[in-house]
């Protein structure tokens, strides 16, 4: 099957370098100048991955981010003229996938698309059909409806954030590092930033706020623990 990718940039030269390289590697490019057109497109060509510049004129990758987000499960690889964490931490907590830095190698990039295809291809293995569901006090995780309820009020998840959370659900009260949750729920084949996990856990405490006893907590210099206790 031929992949599907969306590219945003501004810069045409950079649109011709990855039209040029996927087409040898039998990878179908769509091109976008700008974040407007990005979104258009999104919808009409249904793109298997959105390889989206930061730096656009008009409406910026951050927030054609958002939008992609917000309107699709789609993944998202950000490429940025900036090596600022800060940066880099934001478009992972817009949504985004995966990030790299211009300049860049094509191969590069083809090989971080195949990783996400990798995964997304592989199912999700960390999570398994028993239990059904998880209950921890007003929480309920529905692992095979891959739904998630506070109380009757439901809780949207980014596909990410919600394996994570039912990894943990597994094992509540244990710890487990950064580098045990990159294995577990993002692959062996992961090549993005360990910050990654740190992104997803502040997300996923956002998307937990409504259920009081109910926390994931830091254990300072080893990693992260998911427990049902009073929150503090």
Not at 3 to 31: G, S
Not at 43 to 63: H, N, S, W
Not at 91 to 106: C, I, N, R
Not at 221 to 230: D, Q, S
Request: aromatic share 8%; glycine share 6%.
């Amino acid at each position: 099957m031929t992949w599907k990718v969306l590219v945003a940039d501004d810069d045409p030269n950079v649109r011709e370098i990855i039209r040029l390289y996927f087409r040898q590697q039998l990878i179908e490019v769509i091109e976008a100048p700008d974040g407007v057109s990005a979104l258009t497109m999104l919808a009409e060509v249904k793109p298997d991955i959105v390889i989206l510049d930061v730096m656009m004129p008009g409406l910026d990758g951050y927030e054609t981010c958002r939008e992609i987000t917000k309107r699709s499960d789609v993944p998202v690889i950000m490429l940025t003229a900036k090596n600022d964490e800060f940066d880099r931490v934001l478009g992972l907590e817009l949504g985004a996938d995966d990030y790299m830095t211009k300049p860049f190698s094509p191969r590069e990039l083809v090989a971080r698309i195949k990783a996400i295809f990798r995964r997304m291809q592989k199912g999700q293995p960390v999570i398994e059909v028993e239990p059904v569901q998880y209950e921890f006090d007003n929480l309920v995780i529905h692992v095979t409806r891959r739904e998630v309820l506070a109380g009757n009020m439901k809780i949207d998840m980014r596909p990410k954030e919600f394996e994570l959370l039912a990894f943990f659900a597994k094992s509540p009260g244990d710890v487990f590092t950064r580098e045990q949750l990159l294995e577990q729920v993002w692959g062996y084949d992961f090549l993005g930033d360990m910050r990654t996990v740190d992104v997803h856990i502040k997300k996923l405490r956002e998307r937990l706020s409504p259920c009081h006893h109910v926390c994931i907590h830091t254990v300072w210099g080893v990693g992260y623990k998911f427990e049902v206790a009073a929150c503090s």
